[in-house]
């Protein structure tokens, strides 16, 4: 039995390890080969939050990952959560380290390369030996400094692989030993075929020494990977926020005095206090006390909302103003922030189709760069031209073409945009939901719970009869036995629990409508087919306000008492604030807006008219959503369905793209591929705004690095690239790549 839970528990579950000693997409792709060996393992590894996201393994089988990780040459931990002290360690060793280097190599390489320019062009202040002086300010920028980019091309190469810091190492390694080899043969000084590559320039003497190029192309290198370093950590800080929010001590309520306890400590029901200012530690339902509740960190929203008894509020928000007691309904990993925060690590986990594709082509582009360079320059010296010049050629396409921005350009745009979307109240599960978006061109929006409050309200009354007070008080009294929306609306409207009568019987008739004995009366309220079924006659009055009713989209309930038709009500479900600036925003986006609702088309016509909508499916069982879904992609298009029930589950799951209210049952969050935590349907727009933003973003990064590869080889190999320039253009592209990423963060809801 207990194999048989573990091999069962361990298929479902997901082991996330932070991986260390990352250097490029290269290596990620052979520590997640290396972990896809495991029997039954499948591994994903991102570059981008260097992590690992194990399944068909157990957490026993953890050593053994972590074992594979290190055979592969890289450091690997099991994940404890966001605030992780090995990963965050590691993080900020690795940047505190390239700083150290960065401003050693610059700090030695401007003088180096001011000495070489200045002894190159004036030969009389040259002196004995001066050659071997730059050799040996050039050593520790070639050595200590570099150290990070030849340990990463040993380690690659002890397991038979390359990797784009193998470039750079090579790259380095060859400018300097040709300097040495220039010096031990006597070129430096010889001024035969002098050309000094650095600026350009042929001075007599200095020509042959290329140190200005292993010190420059080191010290651009190291700027851009400290760059690039920092920024993804700032990307990755988006996500971080979200766990941040998580209480660790609670002010639990026990026998009338509250003691504070670790938030593990907490149960489901027990009741915790939160003063003004603090951070509410767990999801659950005021029991006491009112305050306004600041939720902006979890959802976006910018005011805070008053929170009195009754109410739900979510761990992670802040009583702003006053002192609360709640009652826990969700603990630990099933907090809506708990889970938030999960969706959010999954999604950042996984790939996008592109990049597997990204990945299959670093993994032979670096070889192929190295034979390459090595071609170019065998070339250029078979041609007739200078070792020097040949030389420089292959220096120059060896750096310019390695693809670090490849490798950038997805993971960092997802990890940004991810993370933006989940501080607006946006959780996108994954990849496939941005590629997805891009495509949509149809939203259908389910009404009950997404356009309208879900809520009914009386909008009509028509007393026959009777008053008006009477009619209310027995309508009233009736649906006071039952919780149906219709009952809940018609308590609400009528008299105060104070005049009602005594409920003596109630039948509920599902479907139809209630059977109610008050006060010695039999009262019975519901649709015409059920007061016609009982015998009771429906006057032409009683008929019109019924019309009238159906032709403003209302819902009619008829009361009758003792046998006699004593009214009619309207009852119609409130449109949400902010609705139609909703649709007219999705309108903008050149997306067409269909309206689905199980209610009658007079009801449906009606919200679709206030809001702006021309097209409605009306009186739509709940098996029939997933049938207009796909009569839509029939029709050639790109469907994005928005709902919140059990019965919108399967049209969210045949659409194109699901997207689900957050406010609605955990079998439709399942179903989707976005969550909408926001209560505002200005969320949905939102939410579509930020996963285009984000795929768009992907598509400039890689058409970015695609490009510039494709542009820079060429020049280089045709002689007209300096090494220089070459490594100082190769670190700028990752940066711009990290840096147009991280723009994504600039997204704004429509409320701000």
Known sequence: MTMQHKSASAADEIIQLDVSGMTCAACAGRVERALNKIDGATATVNYGTERAAISGISVEDVPRAIAQVERAGYGAHLRAGDDDPWSTRSTE????????????????????????????????????????????????????????????TIRNLRHGAVSMDTLVSLGIAASYGWALLTLFLGLGASGQNGYWLGFGITPDGADSIYLDVAAGMTTFQLAGRYFEARSRRKAGDVLGALSALTATHVRVLRGGESNIEPIEDLRIGDTFVVLPGETIPADGTVSAGTAAVDASMMTGEPAPVPAVPGDRLIGGTISTDGRLEIEATAIGANTQLAQMAAFTEQAQARKAGVQALVDRIVRWFVPAVIVFSILVAAGWALSGAPMQ??????????????????????????????????????????????????????????????????????????????????????????????????????????????????????????????????????????????????????????????????????????????????????????????????????????????????????????????????RVHAGVLPMQKAEIIRALQQEGRKVAMVGDGINDAVALATADLGLALATGTDIALKAADI??????????????????????????????????????????????????????????????????????????????
């Not at 190599?105 to 002894?119: C, E, G, K, N, R």
């Not at 009771?536 to 008929?543: F, G």
């Not at 479900?573 to 009658?600: C, N, W």
């Open 93 to 152: 060793v690795r940047i505190s380290s390239l700083r150290r280097r960065l401003v050693t190599s610059a700090l030695l390489t401007v003088p180096l390369m001011d000495i070489t320019i200045v002894l190159a062009l004036v030969p009389e202040w040259r002196f004995p030996g001066w050659e071997w002086v730059c050799a040996l300010l050039a050593l520790p920028i070639v050595t200590w400094a570099a150290w990070p980019f030849h340990r990463a």
């Open 389 to 614: 010049h040949a030389f420089a050629v292959g220096i120059s396409v060896l750096i310019i073409a390695c693809p670090c921005a490849l490798g950038l350009a997805t993971p960092t745009a997802l990890m940004v945009g991810i993370g933006r979307a989940a501080t607006l109240g946006i959780l996108i599960k994954g990849h496939d939901a941005l590629e997805a978006s891009g495509r949509i061109d149809t939203v259908v929006l389910d009404k009950t719970g997404t356009l309208t409050t879900g809520r009914m309200t009386v909008q009509q009354i028509t007393a026959l009869g009777v008053s008006e007070d009477e009619l209310w008080r027995l309508a009233a009294s009736a649906e006071s036995g039952s919780e149906h929306p219709i009952a809940r609306a018609i308590h609400t409207a009528g008299p105060g629990s104070e005049e009602l009568l005594r409920l003596e019987r109630f039948t509920a008739l599902p479907g139809l409508g209630v059977d109610a004995r008050v006060a010695g009366r039999q009262v019975v309220l519901g649709n015409p087919a059920l007061i016609r079924d009982r015998g009771v006659l429906v006057s032409d009055s009683a008929e019109q306000a019924v019309d009238h009713a159906h032709a403003c989209g209302y819902t009619a309930i008829l009361v009758a008492c003792d046998g006699d038709l004593i009214g009619v009500l309207g009852l119609a479900d409130a449109v949400k604030p902010y609705a139609a600036d909703s649709v007219a925003a999705l309108i903008e986006q050149r997306l067409e807006v269909v309206l689905l609702t199980g209610d009658s088309q007079s009801a449906g016509e009606r919200i679709a008219s206030e809001l702006g909508i021309d």
């Open 675 to 752: 969550i909408l935590v926001r209560d505002d349907i200005r969320v949905v727009p939102d939410a579509i705004t930020i996963a285009r933003k984000t795929l768009s973003t992907i598509r400039v990064n890689l058409i970015w690095a695609f490009g510039y590869n494709v542009a820079a080889i060429p020049i280089a190999a045709a002689g007209l690239l300096n090494p220089l320039i070459a490594a100082a253009a190769m670190s700028l592209s990752s940066v711009l790549v990290v840096y147009n990423s991280l723009r994504i963060q600039k997204v704004q809801p429509m409320h701000h």
